[in-house]
């Protein structure tokens, strides 16, 4: 047998072993290509007119091939372990290390390259299916073709070969740095000695899981109003990363065995064969992987999180331009109004129009404001509101002595919570009108460029409104002081009103909005969000689920002769399989629900901005939790497999 | 009453073409209580006969009876209930899982056949004081030495008092101080329980404590020797004298 067979039968016998990696890798090279060709691709301007799509799509990529590199540095130090027992066989019958690093390249060289062949294949036909997400999602109306390029070829093939430099160069210090005896000893070697718990471990284990209890505790409290200066607000958030992570960190290294080790206390030395196979042997496991399994944690937390609530604002989209315009068009002059309505009228598109004089003025709110804000850089005392006429709204009949609240919503309410009822003072340029407040409305009554972005409007009896009219504060003033609102009364004719509105130019002006514009950017821009954060976590989530799979390879192989002495001892091929399911219900369980429950708290933070939506967080959690149990799944089947060659 | 009994056995490896016989036809029966070795030169057969008596492995031809009942035509599932019940093991690389105290170990048998906690705690408390391993019982096994390790091994081999004990080269891999302390314990064990034991070795020492010996040549039994009234010192003897005229060279008085 000659160097060029060998190399084949290597490859032949690696290939049935790592499926899974030739499978990875395959898919890192087919979604890499589509990304980049969707950078490259002629399509991509329409996106790019509109929202920034082509840098967004850019970075992605670069993070893409971060993943994607961490992952095949991390996998081929796996299987380079793995074999060090047949480079060792090989330098035992006299080759050369040289020699062997040769016989290794070549064999990456094949696997590395047919991959980067096929997945550029695959990634070509699926780049149309990438684009035509992405303009579905964005809500952009294009037709998804077809456009093989060059460059993005030639990127992905220079990426790759970089990548493939890199192992190539961690396996020649591998192997030169090892001796014969090192390669046949290094899995022995590398394995942490089993030993008892020391107290140093128990101090650890409780650490770990504070941290995490205090991370999620503060979190929950992040936005009650404990944290009131901007600097504690930021303190806090940092905190809470910070003792997160160190505790997921410290939770895996310490906590897992700590608390397994107290239900093996319990049982008194009398272990089922569940017990056997799972407790013992996460509990020293884990801990050698608790770095890696903490960045598994962290970083699908952080997918699903950004996930959650992209898919919460694309769906509210709709409704935030709806309260942030509360007709379909808005003008901030007479004159832009009339030229909008008459081409209305001239394409025979029926419509209703508002007009709403407004006049901004300090309020005086600091008495049913439920939270003390001394320390925030904004008084209370003084707070500029819009101020409107009851008259201007239907159905709001008020005395004079009283004032309603509109339309205040989102996040800022959380954040400055105010009471129903109480007392009010407007400042006019020279008195000072006191009014009870005797409501928050949710009806929007103005667009947001007069409520200085999600502050209520302030609806004052028309008697007390003329005398703030005739001695406001100049000073406070827009440019604008009287808001039209047009609304089209058939739903089927705001799209041509709006390219009325488009040919007309009047996006151009200042006070002059558009709702459909502005659910339709806030879609594709979240879409776009969506998008590629999905893309993100999907690479994450297989690459992180193989890099847990190879472990688990290693771990069955390493524990097989475990499984020899179990079915000599009589426990059945069933009876192990049963064990190993539990055990990899933990090994998968445990980050799983760790990780689920991270980015629980964190979209739990984030609903404070985004508003609370269940169905986003859940689904995306059952997809997430779908994928990852394939690779658990995939894992049973490997173990299956040594546990039948066991005997 | 006979434990075991083998009726010409018989097991081979490799195909048609070419085949290797590695015990042809060998017959045995060991009695209640019996303390008996069995030993051979390397590649006699003597741990594929220990291996085919245990079910660890299948005959080729030839039954093999255990308490009566015949375990070649078992299936896996019921071979995995009689090895359960009726045999231990002990090894030569002690076949402790590292990731396990010494007594979560020893209980392991216990654990399969669901015996009652309490009944598992007073048996292991015997059998752990017996063998002078109660003190380490929270130990894991790479925090022991060799001796005790096989001594942890014995002792799961004992706890659930299986009708016969199965030991392939227990006393391989100790010093002579361990092993000559395993196997007084061993036979110490074997006279209080009456447990049936059966042990490959190639160490005539280990061998002399045993109340015979079946020697074996490629694949097929050789002779036995029983011990009877005589001491251990001049049984030892015998071995010696017997092993030299099994390997081929003369034994010169």
Redesign the interface.
């Known amino acids: 047998m000659n160097i060029n067979q060998l190399i084949f039968r290597n490859l032949l016998k690696n290939i049935k072993h790592y499926y899974l990696y030739v499978f990875a890798l395959i898919f890192s090279v087919c979604l890499y290509f589509a990304f980049v060709t969707l950078q490259y691709d002629p399509s991509m301007d329409a996106v790019e007119g509109t929202i920034k799509g082509g840098a967004a799509i850019r970075v992605t990529s670069i993070l893409l091939i971060v993943i994607v590199a961490i992952f095949l540095f991390y996998a081929n130090a796996i299987f380079i372990k793995r074999r060090s027992k047949e480079i060792g066989l090989f330098q035992l019958i006299g080759m050369t290390k040289d020699r062997i690093f040769w016989i290794l390249g070549v064999e990456n060289f094949i696997l590395y390259f047919g991959a980067l062949f096929l997945g550029t294949f695959v990634g070509f036909s699926f780049s149309k299916l990438i684009i035509l997400v992405l303009f579905k999602i964005t809500g952009v109306k294009g037709i998804a073709k077809l456009h093989f390029s060059t460059e993005a070829l030639v990127q992905t093939i220079l990426v790759f070969a970089v990548i493939y430099i890199f192992i190539m160069l961690m396996n020649y210090v591998f192997i030169k740095r090892q001796t014969i005896l090192n390669l046949f000893r290094v899995t022995s070697s590398a394995e942490s ?4 718990m020391s107290v140093f471990e128990i101090i650890i284990g409780i650490i770990g899981l504070t941290g995490i209890g205090l991370g999620y505790y503060v979190s929950s409290k992040l936005f009650d109003g404990d944290f009131q200066t901007m600097t504690e607000l930021f303190g806090a958030m940092a905190f809470i990363l910070g003792a997160v992570i160190l505790g997921t960190y410290l939770f895996y290294k310490g906590s897992v065995s700590f608390l397994f080790n107290l239900v ?1 206390k319990s049982k ?6 569940n017990e ?1 196979l799972s407790l ?2 996460i ?2 496991k884990m801990k050698s992987n608790s770095l890696l399994l903490t960045i598994i944690t962290t970083v699908s937390a952080l997918a699903i999180a950004l996930l959650s609530l992209s898919y919460i604002s694309y769906y509210s989209a709709e409704k935030n331009a709806e309260t942030s315009i509360p007709a379909n068009f808005s003008f901030g002059t007479s004159e832009e109004a009339r030229l909008f309505t008459d081409q209305l009228t001239k394409d025979k598109i029926a419509y209703d129009e508002t007009k709403i004089d407004v006049v901004i003025a300090d309020i005086n709110i600091g008495k049913i404001l439920e939270a003390d804000f001394n320390n925030l850089n904004f008084d209370p005392n003084m707070t500029t509101l819009a101020v409107v006429s009851e008259n201007s709204i239907k159905g709001v009949d008020l005395e004079a002595d009283e004032t309603l609240f509109t339309n205040y919503d989102g996040a800022l309410k959380k954040f400055m919570p105010m009471k129903n009822t109480g007392n009010v003072t407007l400042e006019t340029k020279d008195e000072s009108i006191p009014l009870r407040l005797i409501g928050l409305d949710d009806v929007p009554v103005v667009s947001y460029k007069y409520t200085a972005g999600g502050m209520p409007t302030m609806i004052v009896d028309d008697i007390v409104y003329d005398k703030l009219s005739t001695n406001k504060n100049d000073k406070l003033q827009l440019a604008s002081s009287t808001y039209f609102g047009v609304d089209i009364n058939k739903s089927a004719e705001i799209d041509k009103a709006n390219d009325i509105y488009h040919d007309l130019k009047l996006e151009e002006q200042d006070f002059s909005l558009s709702r459909l514009d502005m659910a339709t950017t806030n879609k594709a821009n979240m879409g776009l969000t969506m998008f590629i954060v999905g893309f993100l976590g999907l690479t994450f989530l297989i690459t992180s689920g193989c890099i847990l799979y190879f472990k688990q390879m290693d771990e069955g192989e390493e524990e097989k ?2 499984y ?12 192990l399989l049963r064990g190993i399911q539990g055990k990899q219900l933990f090994s998968f369980g445990i980050p799983l629900a760790i990780g689920l429950a991270h980015s629980y708290f964190a979209v739990q933070s984030g609903w404070f901005f985004f508003g609370t939506a269940w169905t986003p967080m859940l689904t995306v959690m059952v997809v997430y939790t779908l994928l990852y149990s394939i690779f658990g799944l995939l894992s049973v089947l490997y173990y299956k497999k040594v546990i039948n060659s066991a ?1 | 009453m006979k434990i075991l009994e083998a009726n010409q056995i018989q097991k081979s490896y490799g195909n048609k073409i070419n085949k290797q016989e590695v015990l042809r036809g060998v017959s045995l029966s060991i009695e209640k209580g019996e303390f008996v070795s069995i030993m051979g030169a390397s590649g006699s057969g003597k741990t594929t006969l220990l291996n085919v008596l245990s079910s ?1 492995d299948k005959v080729s031809n030839g039954t093999i009876k255990i308490e009566g009942s015949e375990i070649t035509g078992m299936r ?2 019921q071979l ?6 009726k ?1 231990g ?1 002990i090894f030569q690389d002690y ?7 010494v ?2 170990n ?7 056949t669901k015996t009652p ?1 309490k009944e ?2 007073s048996r ?1 408390t015997r059998i752990a004081n017996e063998l002078g391993i109660y003190e380490i ?7 022991i030495s060799g001796g005790q390790k096989q001594r942890t091994s014995a002792a ?1 081999a004992f706890i659930h008092e299986p009708s016969i004990i199965f030991a392939d080269e227990p006393t391989g891999a100790l010093d002579s101080k361990s092993a000559s302390d395993l196997l007084n314990k061993l036979s110490s064990l074997n006279e209080t329980l009456a447990a049936t034991i059966l042990m490959v070795t190639h160490d005539p020492l280990a061998a002399s404590y045993c109340s015979r010996v079946i020697f074996i040549k490629d694949g097929q039994i050789y002779t036995q020797l029983n011990k009877g009234e005589q001491d251990r010192q001049h049984f030892f003897q015998d071995i010696m004298k017997t092993q030299g005229i099994l390997s081929g060279v003369q034994y010169e008085h």
């Open positions: 000695r089993v030993k008892n093996r008194n030395g009398y272990l089922n064969i056997v013992s042997s509990m020293f002769h475990n020899t002495i179990l079915r000599k001892l009589g426990y059945t091929k069933g009876d005997l | 660890i896996e599932k995995a209930q009689f090895r359960k019940n045999l093991f076949n402790l899982l590292d990731t396990l105290t007594k979560e020893i209980l392991l048998p216990l654990s399969i906690r598992a705690e292991f019982k929270d130990k894991y096994p790479n925090e799961r």
